[in-house]
């Protein structure tokens, strides 16, 4: 084992036991931190991944946006921050086949794919990752409308916010 | 190659080859000398942290027309040693209900959150801890941790003015993260990366030339950012005590202080690397590594010097104030600034460079006076409707 894959499994098991975390905290706000601890997690595989551009994006979004308005959310409308009664309903077992039958769809439709047991190619010196993906983005040929329909769906959940948060005179 | 022009990489080689001499493994050598670097930069950043708080307090006492610290040692060199003495044997307290590990947690964050962006500072053409493609966007990524440690700070002291004052402080960071975003994008249109050194080598021309209204909006996010004033309502000591770190006692509150301190001292350098050419002045920084080092070490240090200026010049505002200067001013001129640089270097990029750099500045002055209109015209309305009509319309009547 080589000490890519040892760290790779290290980050990994931290990923998912501050994933577990999330659910069965008590505390809301310490849920929302474990959270925290677990978008990290997945933004260190992607440093791994040799995608560092979109390593800083998740830090930036998940972490500098989306969980800071969970804490906002969580602090702002709940008078006390502790969850009571259980954590789990009666229909946690179905929860969990679901969660372990996806699992091993994915790895069974993964198993067919070519790519699954290639190891990754070594990545030349010099090469511009986010140059080719703002080609990829932008161009015709590439992904230009798949993300400009994203963008307008962004827009527009932009501006229903406002309108929904608008205070009418 | 010799040590005078790569030091580096020449410290660096020597000691790995000390290292497997001894029977150490290649790679893990290779990460052990990465470690012990990372080590020696942090500690001499901490160094420099305790003489800012010396510069800081000098500078803070000859604005308000006092001597400042001047009884231990020369100039009063030794007070901040003595401050450190005395933070460490003070009483470390604990308030009652305290989240432990939270509390405990969120000063190591707010620290961390300012050295990790010296991981992508460039202090000479060969000296840079990594030199990330996307070496921009990772100042706000380490800025989204800093606000992390804010509201972790407030929420798990269990007391109202730590909340109320992280709130407002995770309220002003957020929401000025988004001008300063905008802001980065224009060195990188300018210089076509978002690496820092490519931005620096592409500097023969500052980008404060070609940019001076980024540079501007750059420097009052990065002091929102920072927390300082006029932005400092979070710590608005007439009314929440202390803010966030209310509660914080010893070396933890220790934390916070030398945090936003080296904070403003690196986004003075932030203010340097992307507008003001970084190491380079006038091809000296290719003489010897040490002259890039002292020449960036000065540029941040004068872009400090700015930011105490201001801190120290102006008035608090209020929240409400603030925020609609960010959301109803400074981003929609931010995004205008980027839409219109953007623009102008499409249709400049084949142009001579005198022609390139009047085209920017015109751009840069017409988007500033046409939005300072608009503010001017928006504003005098605001205030019709609070006075009422004009007393001379009245008189007619």
Same mark, same amino acid.
């Given at each position: 084992?080589?000490?890519?894959?040892?760290?790779?499994?290290?980050?990994?098991?931290?990923?998912?036991?501050?994933?577990?975390m999330?659910v069965?905290?008590?505390?809301?706000?310490?849920?929302?931190?474990?959270?925290?601890?677990?978008?990290?997690?997945?933004a260190?595989?992607?440093t791994?991944?040799?995608?560092?551009?979109?390593a800083?994006?998740?830090?930036?979004v998940?972490?500098? &946006? *989306?969980?800071? +308005?969970?804490?906002?959310?969580?602090?702002?409308?709940?008078?006390? =921050?502790?969850?009571?009664? %259980? $954590? @789990?309903?009666?229909?946690?077992?179905?929860?969990?086949?679901?969660?372990?039958?996806?699992?091993?769809?994915?790895?069974?439709?993964?198993?067919?794919?070519?790519g699954?047991?290639?190891?990754?190619?070594?990545?030349p010196?010099?090469?511009? &990752? *986010?140059?080719? +993906?703002?080609?990829?983005?932008?161009?015709?040929?590439?992904?230009v =409308?798949?993300?400009?329909? %994203? $963008? @307008?769906?962004?827009?527009?959940?932009?501006?229903?916010?406002?309108?929904?948060?608008?205070?009418?005179? | 190659?010799?040590?005078?022009?790569?030091?580096?990489?020449v410290?660096?080689?020597?000691?790995?080859?000390i290292?497997?001499?001894w029977?150490?493994?290649?790679?893990?050598?290779h990460?052990?000398?990465?470690?012990?670097?990372?080590?020696?930069?942090?500690?001499?950043?901490?160094?420099?942290?305790?003489?800012?708080?010396?510069?800081?307090?000098?500078?803070?006492?000859?604005?308000q027309?006092?001597?400042?610290p001047?009884?231990?040692?020369?100039?009063?060199?030794?007070?901040?040693?003595?401050?450190?003495?005395?933070?460490?044997i003070?009483?470390?307290?604990?308030?009652?209900?305290?989240?432990?590990?939270?509390?405990?947690?969120?000063?190591?964050?707010?620290?961390?959150?300012?050295?990790?962006?010296?991981?992508?500072?460039?202090?000479?053409?060969?000296?840079?801890?990594?030199?990330?493609?996307?070496?921009?966007?990772?100042?706000?990524?380490?800025?989204?941790?800093?606000?992390?440690?804010?509201i972790?700070?407030?929420?798990?002291?269990?007391?109202?003015?730590?909340?109320?004052?992280?709130f407002?402080?995770?309220?002003?960071?957020?929401s000025?993260?988004?001008?300063?975003?905008?802001?980065?994008?224009?060195?990188?249109?300018?210089?076509?990366s978002?690496?820092?050194?490519?931005?620096?080598?592409?500097?023969?021309?500052?980008?404060?030339?070609?940019?001076?209204?980024?540079?501007?909006?750059?420097?009052?996010?990065?002091?929102?950012?920072?927390?300082?004033?006029?932005?400092?309502?979070?710590?608005?000591?007439?009314?929440?005590?202390?803010?966030?770190?209310?509660?914080?006692?010893?070396?933890?509150?220790?934390?916070?202080?030398?945090?936003?301190?080296?904070?403003?001292?690196?986004?003075?350098?932030?203010?340097?690397?992307?507008?003001?050419?970084?190491?380079?002045?006038?091809g000296?920084?290719k003489?010897?590594?040490?002259?890039?080092?002292?020449?960036?070490?000065?540029?941040?240090l004068?872009g400090?010097?700015?930011?105490m200026?201001?801190?120290?010049?102006?008035?608090?505002?209020?929240?409400?104030?603030?925020?609609?200067?960010?959301?109803?001013f400074?981003?929609?001129?931010?995004?205008?600034?980027?839409?219109?640089?953007?623009?102008m270097?499409?249709?400049?990029?084949?142009?001579?460079?005198?022609?390139?750099?009047?085209?920017m500045?015109?751009?840069?002055?017409?988007?500033?006076?046409?939005?300072?209109?608009?503010?001017?015209?928006?504003?005098?309305?605001?205030?019709?409707?609070?006075?009422?009509?004009k007393?001379?319309?009245?008189?007619?009547?």
């Amino acid at each position: 084992m080589t000490g890519e894959q040892i760290f790779f499994l290290l980050v990994g098991l931290v990923t998912l036991g501050a994933a577990l975390m999330v659910v069965t905290s008590r505390d809301l706000v310490h849920a929302a931190l474990w959270l925290v601890a677990t978008l990290f997690g997945v933004a260190v595989i992607y440093t791994l991944l040799n995608a560092g551009f979109i390593a800083v994006v998740q830090v930036v979004v998940y972490i500098g &946006a *989306i969980a800071i +308005l969970f804490i906002f959310a969580v602090m702002l409308t709940r008078r006390t =921050l502790r969850d009571t009664g %259980a $954590s @789990v309903n009666k229909n946690w077992w179905a929860g969990a086949v679901v969660a372990v039958a996806t699992f091993a769809g994915l790895t069974f439709l993964l198993q067919s794919w070519s790519g699954f047991s290639k190891t990754a190619a070594v990545i030349p010196s010099g090469f511009d &990752a *986010i140059s080719q +993906l703002g080609d990829a983005l932008t161009s015709p040929a590439g992904y230009v =409308l798949p993300f400009e329909v %994203a $963008s @307008v769906l962004l827009l527009a959940a932009l501006v229903g916010a406002v309108y929904l948060a608008f205070n009418k005179k | 190659m010799n040590f005078w022009n790569d030091p580096l990489k020449v410290a660096a080689d020597w000691l790995t080859g000390i290292f497997t001499s001894w029977g150490m493994n290649a790679v893990f050598a290779h990460v052990l000398v990465a470690f012990l670097g990372v080590l020696i930069l942090i500690t001499i950043l901490m160094v420099i942290d305790v003489f800012l708080v010396w510069i800081e307090r000098k500078v803070v006492a000859r604005f308000q027309d006092r001597l400042g610290p001047n009884r231990v040692g020369p100039f009063g060199l030794i007070q901040p040693f003595a401050d450190i003495i005395k933070l460490l044997i003070k009483e470390d307290t604990t308030p009652d209900g305290a989240d432990k590990v939270v509390y405990n947690i969120a000063p190591l964050l707010s620290m961390m959150s300012v050295l990790i962006l010296w991981a992508v500072v460039p202090l000479a053409p060969v000296m840079i801890g990594v030199d990330l493609n996307a070496g921009v966007l990772f100042i706000i990524a380490a800025g989204a941790i800093g606000t992390l440690s804010i509201i972790m700070a407030g929420w798990s002291s269990n007391n109202k003015f730590s909340v109320i004052g992280a709130f407002r402080q995770v309220a002003v960071m957020v929401s000025f993260e988004i001008p300063m975003l905008a802001m980065l994008l224009i060195p990188t249109i300018f210089s076509g990366s978002m690496g820092m050194n490519a931005i620096i080598q592409s500097q023969n021309i500052w980008f404060v030339f070609l940019s001076p209204l980024a540079a501007l909006i750059f420097l009052i996010a990065a002091i929102a950012e920072l927390g300082r004033a006029p932005f400092d309502l979070a710590e608005g000591e007439s009314e929440l005590v202390s803010g966030y770190n209310i509660e914080y006692s010893g070396m933890k509150f220790g934390m916070f202080y030398a945090g936003e301190l080296l904070h403003a001292f690196t986004y003075g350098g932030f203010w340097a690397i992307l507008f003001f050419g970084g190491y380079r002045f006038f091809g000296l920084e290719k003489v010897s590594p040490f002259l890039a080092i002292a020449i960036i070490v000065i540029k941040a240090l004068v872009g400090y010097w700015v930011i105490m200026w201001v801190k120290y010049t102006m008035m608090r505002i209020r929240i409400d104030q603030m925020l609609a200067f960010n959301w109803k001013f400074l981003t929609p001129v931010a995004f205008v600034l980027v839409m219109v640089t953007a623009l102008m270097n499409a249709l400049l990029s084949g142009a001579d460079s005198w022609l390139y750099v009047t085209g920017m500045i015109l751009s840069n002055v017409i988007v500033a006076w046409v939005s300072l209109e608009i503010v001017r015209s928006v504003s005098k309305k605001e205030r019709e409707k609070v006075e009422g009509l004009k007393p001379v319309v009245e008189a007619h009547h």
